[in-house]
């Protein structure tokens, strides 16, 4: 029941309203006096309450001999009456607030916080993405944006998915080509990097469900980097990965030695990281390219 309530605060009752209109959804019609008893409402309370829950269109009067008494509107047409009277004012909300709105300021670089914000703007990318999407994603981003990427891959965008996880097992979120290789290391950090169009990027970094910082831009320097990394993650991976203890023995001992120097501090060297970051991931050789069917 309160939870009930709860979801009928959200769509803008109050908590006596929600009170009522559930005692009459269980019991009806019923008058003031009885609708009180069965809801737990004030009785001097009910009585201003019923002519708002009546005007609003949340419940019906029936003149009886004696006295009225209310029922309730069916659930059904009540959310859809919400639902019509939602749409309508959230259109006329768009139209003000564009009347107002001075242009947006297409370089911008937008910082958030909260893992809600972090999806919330994922989803939006990829729902405003025309023709080509990027993303490097760990399984539970993933889940979380299955539906978006579905309808986008069903409206023709091309997808490439990075699976920073490796995942030896669908979860069922990934779509379009999908390639899996861990190229981000650390267990306890989870990265989300979306790149719509290349036009726009959104990264974002997960340390606990507590600290979610993600940054949002049009710059066309991030948004390159952004889709690069997505890129060379996947093409450095593979060749690594195909090429496997044959790498050294084709290089000259100059390119060994300037992937000696480039690699993080301690790795002992860009080559060797990369094979320590694949074997992490349990890749040892070419993994599958996987293509998801568009449905």
């Known amino acids: 029941m309160a939870k009930i309530i709860e979801l009928l605060q959200k769509l803008g009752f109050g908590e006596y309203e929600a009170k009522a209109y559930i005692a009459l959804l269980q019991r009806s019609p019923l008058n003031g006096y009885e609708l009180a008893k069965a809801s737990g409402i004030p009785r ?67 910082n958030t916080h909260g893992y809600t914000a972090l999806i919330d703007q994922a989803q939006t990318l990829v729902d405003n993405a025309k023709g080509e999407l990027l993303i490097a994603v760990w399984p539970q981003e993933a889940q979380a944006l299955a539906g978006n990427l579905r309808a986008a891959q069903e409206r023709g965008v091309h997808i490439t998915t990075l699976c920073l996880r490796a995942c030896n097992q669908e979860c069922g979120g990934c779509r ?26 959104l990264a974002g970094q997960i340390s606990s469900p507590e600290e979610v910082l993600s940054v949002r831009t049009h710059q066309h320097l991030l948004v390159e980097l952004g889709a690069w990394y997505v890129r060379h993650s996947i093409a450095l991976a593979t060749v690594v990965a195909d090429l496997g203890d ?33 074997n992490s991931s349990g890749t040892s050789h070419l993994p599958k390219r996987k293509e998801t069917p568009v449905e």
Not at 95 to 103: C, G, K, Q, R
Not at 246 to 264: A, H, M, R
């Open 246 to 278: 044959k790498l050294p023995q084709l290089l000259n001992p100059q390119t060994l030695e300037v992937l000696s120097t480039i690699g993080p501090i301690g790795s002992g060297g860009w080559l060797e990281y990369m094979e320590q970051v694949l």
């Open 44 to 110: 001097p309370n009910i009585y201003t309450l019923l002519p708002k829950l009546e005007e609003r269109g949340v419940v019906m009067r029936l003149d009886t001999p004696t006295g009225p008494r209310y029922a309730p509107v069916p659930p059904s047409e009540l959310t859809q009456r919400l639902e019509d009277r939602f749409q309508h004012e959230l259109a006329e909300a768009r139209h003000a607030l564009d009347e107002v709105s001075a242009p947006v300021e297409q370089d911008y670089v937008w």
């Open 176 to 201: 379009g080509s999908i390639f899996r290789y861990r190229m981000a290391p650390e267990d306890h950090t989870r990265w989300l990097v979306t790149v719509s169009d290349g036009a726009e990027m």
